[in-house]
């Protein structure tokens, strides 16, 4: 913590010594920093002291600037001798210092400028001063200039150090204090809040607590592990917090969704093809387990991953090696591999869908990522911290919620979890315009409630006005639950029709009359 003149200043005793000092020996008693500068005088407060010199000379820029030179190089003579005379300014007065100093380190000084000791005051009597010091100064005479400097009897210089050894042992326990004061509030802070983040992930309930004690563990070390959460919740947000906040950091973090691509272009993604190992391969190409060496693989909906790729997958994960497509030499990599899926992945074993070798290899660390229906207390931080994305991205103001609008999230079973409330501030957000409350009328396409499609929720979308008769809201309840279940389904769209007890062509159509995107 550095020093801060106006703060020290507020202190009782600093300033009952600067009053007593002022008027015995009529002196100022100021602070300098760590450097040497002159805090006062950084900020523009220049209050001379009781004599015409000093005066004159700090209403002069040049004479101004050679007393902050002077002052400076005075007290860089500081050391562990404590507070003592350090010589002549550059008009020949004297500056006494005292060094600050916390926790080990100088912190700053406090010194006194301005006057001569008795004997001293006889050598450098006289007009000499300004002639030696060549400024032209405003002064009328010299030497009724040099009248007016206050000599200091020099018993009286012992008692001047000792006010200002007081003062500086004053200023250390009262910093003591307020650090120890801070320590206890951070404390505190620590016990009843915990964190509220780890790298990206935002979250201080208390089951992402326990994932951030989790995730501390394996940072520092290059297990494979298996992350299982729902959509949205940030599976992919900590397998790069795992790698980033890691020591593969400078290498590369590769992620590849298993389930986007067939196995033979997967195949080629992952480990690479040789030049004419099928049609269109016209060149060699190296796969992303290549790019990813020394780094991180992250391997997302790992479930989906047909039977043959499991087998390759399980060799990299047993002997660190793979062939490319066309090729006949294994290679060799070293990466760490973190799966994610939201599917039970021992439950596909079960099934006979996913081998039960590949599943240990990849489940050496579980992690559950738990979604936001369990952990609502989540919901101000999260929705504080999208809320400044997004002015932060827009260059707007910060935008808040009506507190109506924000009681009703508390309602919402949330099945898109993160993901889909980072998607409704920013939609809320955009509605809104400039408005910089986000009012309650907005959420009404929300379709808010626990369970889409109940009388009360069609109720209210009538009421909300979303269509003035009830064959239009019918309609935009309709289209919510479509939308609703094309995310939690993925668009698969046969499961969608399947659930919703139409046929697939009858949901598809409807898909398109919505104008729903993918
Ligand atoms: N705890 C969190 N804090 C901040 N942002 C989060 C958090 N969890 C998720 N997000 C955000 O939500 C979005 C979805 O996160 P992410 O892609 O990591 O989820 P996922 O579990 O991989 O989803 P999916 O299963 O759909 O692939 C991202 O934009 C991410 O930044
Ligand atoms: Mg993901």
Known sequence: MPIDSARLEELQIVRKIRETVRRWWGIELSFTDAKGFVLDHGKGIIIPPQNRICTACLGDPEGLRRCNQSIESAVARLNGSGTRLLGPCHMGLEIVGAPIEFGGERQGSLFACGFLVNEKAQAARGPAMFETAELKL????????????????????????????????????????????????????????????????????????????????????????????????????????????????????????????????????LFGHLKGSFTGATRDKPGLFKVADGGTFFLDEVADLSPAMQVKLLRVLQEGTFVPVGGTRPEKVDVRIIAASNKDLHEAVVRREFREDLFYRLHVVALEVPPLR?????????????????????????????????????????????????????????????????????????????????????????????????????????KEIIETGLRETRNNKSRLAERLGVSRTTLIKKIRDYGLSE
Request: glycine letters at 8%; proline letters at 5%; hydrophobic letters at 40%.
């Open 138 to 269: 405003p002064v009328v005479e010299p030497a009724t200039a040099f009248e007016s400097i206050q000599p200091i009897e020099a018993r009286e210089v012992p008692r001047l150090l000792d006010l200002m050894d007081t003062t500086v042992e004053e200023i250390d326990a009262w910093h003591g204090a307020v650090a120890l004061r801070e320590k206890r509030i951070r404390d505190l802070q620590n016990e009843l809040g915990g964190r509220y983040r780890f790298a990206d992930l935002i979250g201080k309930s208390e089951p992402m607590q326990r994932l951030y004690a989790l995730l501390d563990k394996l940072v520092a070390s290059d297990v494979t592990v298996l992350i299982h959460g729902e959509n949205g919740t940030g599976k992919e947000l900590i397998a790069r917090a795992l790698h980033f906040n890691g020591a593969r950091k400078q290498k590369q973090f590769v992620a590849q969704n298993c389930s986007a691509l067939n196995d033979h272009l997967l195949e080629s993604e």
């Open 374 to 478: 369990e952990r609502l207390d989540d919901l101000p931080i999260l929705v504080d911290h999208f809320l400044d994305a997004y002015a932060h991205r827009s260059g707007k103001r910060r935008k808040q919620l009506h507190p109506e609008l924000f009681a009703g999230f508390y309602d919402w079973h949330w099945p898109g979890n993160v993901r889909e409330l980072q998607n409704e501030i920013e939609r809320l957000a955009v509605l809104a315009g400039d408005a910089e409350v986000i009012p309650p009328e907005l959420s009404a396409q929300r379709a808010g409630g626990r369970a889409p499609g109940s009388a009360t929720q069609l109720a209210a979308l009538v009421q909300r006005g979303l269509g003035s008769d009830l064959a239009t809201a019918v309609c935009a309840l309709e």
